[in-house]
């Protein structure tokens, strides 16, 4: 075939296209071949990432669901400023989770809510745990004192329920005690009446701990009030703290 003498032969012109032409179209093919392999971590990482985090979120949300909250006062205060007067909220509330656990905390916002929320977050942080003879009641009287708040708590037998009134019922409620009675001498004061519970409740032990403490066997300890062996036996295999 003939061919200019400044032009190329039309066969290497025809060749040289398709040459060109050729990594033209495999270089689409390629990249979606390399994005198919390519790992998306960057991507992947942040997604799996909160995805986790919305796992503890929820994990967190159906913890928190689980705890009794009662909102035992709210306290209007007033302050005034030069423009007026400036309102703010004080809150106590009671958690517990109703198995033995219980605390009390108090906040203050401007908002009802805000404190509230406030209250709810320092009770969490506060909880102690208080055995409970057959997850019902207490295992012993007990007497708790703050200030001017003077309580006197008393465990009762099986369908005599709640007998306390005012902020107590909310901390057995929370707690979880279905039979108790108690008595306040003091003052009526929410503040001291929660503290002086919690202090009474502070001091609760059980067989138990007492046996371990002591280095003796749970059935010896409830021997000794005139109880029969078989009896002190049974008690002993029921208490479970």
Do not use: C, W
Not at 147 to 166: C, D, E, H, K
């Amino acid at each position: 075939m003939m061919a200019d003498e400044n032009n190329t032969p039309a066969e290497d012109v025809t060749e040289n296209s398709q040459a060109v032409a050729q990594p033209a179209q495999e270089a689409p093919a390629k990249e979606a071949a390399e994005e198919g392999r390519r790992p998306r971590g960057g991507r992947g990482g942040r997604e799996g990432g909160r995805g986790r985090g919305r796992d503890r979120d929820a994990k967190r949300e159906e913890e928190g669901d689980e705890l009794i909250e009662k909102l035992v006062h709210i306290n209007r205060v007033s302050k005034t400023v030069k423009g007026g007067k400036r309102f703010g909220f004080a809150a106590l509330v009671v958690v517990g989770d109703g198995q033995g656990r219980a605390g009390f905390g108090h906040g203050k916002a401007r908002e009802v809510p805000e404190a509230i929320n406030k209250a709810t977050a320092a009770a969490k942080k506060k909880m102690i745990r208080v055995p409970l003879k057959e997850g019902r009641t207490l295992h012993h009287d007990g007497k708790g004192k703050f200030g001017a708040g003077n309580v006197t708590l008393r465990s009762a037998p099986p369908g005599t329920g709640i007998i306390a009134g005012g902020p107590m019922r909310a901390v057995f409620e929370s707690l979880g005690v279905a039979d108790v009675v108690t008595k306040s001498n003091g003052t009526s004061n929410p503040y001291n009446m929660i503290r002086a519970t919690f202090a009474a409740l502070d001091g609760q032990t059980s067989p138990k701990s007492v046996a371990q403490r002591r280095g003796k066997k749970i059935a010896d300890l409830l021997g000794r009030g005139g109880s029969k062996a078989a009896e002190a036996e049974a008690e002993a295999e029921a208490i479970t703290e």
